[in-house]
């Protein structure tokens, strides 16, 4: 069955932080939500999630203790050990025959030889394997991540990112928030969100061919409104341009999405 939300609207007093937002959740896929701050994208997980927050729309979620989620903030207290976080995870979610599974995942995050430690004494990435950890024991059927990967070092990356192939390899819908383009173009969907709205959804590639107009490359700064650095040179948005190489990235489709949103925004489209 998949997961997800139809005409999914979220305010909190005068702000509205999603509106009209549709997500489809399937098992075995990936699914990225990608967006700056301020996007919605931690609001729409929490509402995949589960977590009460004021709505409009349909979602249609497993039930509670078929969802595994890891919050932006990590979800982890630092005063109990690695293994009491394991703990405290198949009591909460009423599991059975848990350690077998909690060994093997303590084993492909590289944390079974801190069992005892305490998860104020671990690294950044290793809180955050630590939470993957934790929403994987009951084997979700939807699994929620809000920029697991985030801030963490290129090798705790690739770790997390086995996990999460691993999860949606064994059937599970994986919906993740990311600030990272290059991990969004490893998903089968991605979600642009910009200040609550949906600018663009569907595969990678999809999303990057839709782009309007061209981007090029030069080593000075064009009209502000359309540049972007990179590195040491600058990548410019003509909306008029013309196509000439078939490859546009996912980056630099997000970008000028959200460029022509703010244009819009300010009543200057062109």
């Given at each position: 069955m998949?997961?997800?939300?139809?005409d999914?609207?979220?305010?909190?007093?005068?702000k509205?932080?999603?509106?009209?937002?549709?997500?489809?959740c399937?098992?075995?896929?990936?699914?990225a939500?990608?967006g700056?701050?301020g996007a919605?994208?931690s609001?729409?997980?929490?509402?995949?999630?589960g977590?009460?927050v004021p709505?409009?729309?349909t979602l249609?979620?497993?039930?509670?203790?078929?969802?595994?989620?890891?919050?932006?903030e990590g979800?982890?207290?630092r005063d109990l050990?690695?293994?009491?976080?394991l703990?405290?995870?198949?009591?909460?979610?009423?599991?059975?025959d848990?350690?077998?599974?909690?060994?093997d995942?303590?084993?492909?995050t590289?944390?079974?030889?801190f069992g005892?430690?305490?998860a104020g004494?671990?690294?950044?990435g290793?809180r955050?394997?630590?939470?993957?950890?934790?929403a994987?024991?009951?084997?979700?059927?939807?699994?929620?991540l809000?920029?697991?990967?985030?801030?963490?070092?290129?090798?705790?990356?690739m770790?997390?990112?086995?996990?999460?192939?691993?999860a949606?390899?064994?059937?599970?819908?994986?919906?993740?928030a990311?600030?990272?383009l290059?991990e969004?173009?490893?998903?089968?969907?991605v979600?642009?969100?910009?200040?609550g709205h949906?600018?663009?959804?569907g595969?990678?590639?999809?999303?990057?061919?839709?782009?309007?107009?061209?981007?090029?490359?030069?080593d000075?700064?064009?009209?502000p409104?359309?540049?972007?650095?990179?590195?040491?040179?600058?990548?410019?948005?003509?909306?008029?341009?013309v196509r000439?190489d078939?490859?546009v990235s996912?980056e630099?489709?997000?970008?000028?999405?959200?460029l022509?949103?703010?244009?819009?925004?300010?009543?200057?489209?062109?």
């Amino acid at each position: 069955m998949n997961w997800g939300a139809k005409d999914l609207t979220v305010v909190f007093g005068s702000k509205v932080a999603l509106s009209s937002v549709d997500v489809d959740c399937q098992p075995g896929e990936i699914l990225a939500v990608v967006g700056g701050d301020g996007a919605g994208k931690s609001t729409l997980l929490k509402a995949l999630a589960g977590i009460d927050v004021p709505h409009d729309g349909t979602l249609t979620l497993p039930d509670s203790g078929l969802t595994g989620y890891v919050p932006a903030e990590g979800g982890i207290y630092r005063d109990l050990t690695i293994d009491e976080h394991l703990d405290f995870v198949s009591t909460a979610y009423r599991l059975t025959d848990w350690q077998a599974r909690a060994s093997d995942l303590l084993a492909r995050t590289d944390l079974a030889d801190f069992g005892d430690r305490l998860a104020g004494k671990l690294s950044g990435g290793q809180r955050r394997k630590l939470g993957a950890a934790m929403a994987l024991l009951p084997r979700p059927e939807l699994l929620v991540l809000d920029e697991v990967t985030t801030g963490v070092d290129p090798v705790s990356r690739m770790g997390l990112w086995r996990l999460i192939a691993g999860a949606a390899a064994e059937g599970a819908a994986v919906v993740f928030a990311t600030s990272y383009l290059d991990e969004a173009e490893r998903a089968g969907t991605v979600l642009l969100l910009h200040e609550g709205h949906v600018l663009a959804s569907g595969s990678p590639t999809a999303v990057a061919a839709a782009m309007p107009g061209a981007v090029t490359e030069s080593d000075r700064p064009g009209a502000p409104v359309r540049s972007w650095r990179r590195g040491r040179r600058w990548r410019h948005w003509d909306p008029d341009g013309v196509r000439t190489d078939e490859r546009v990235s996912l980056e630099d489709a997000a970008i000028v999405a959200e460029l022509v949103a703010e244009l819009v925004a300010g009543g200057s489209p062109s």
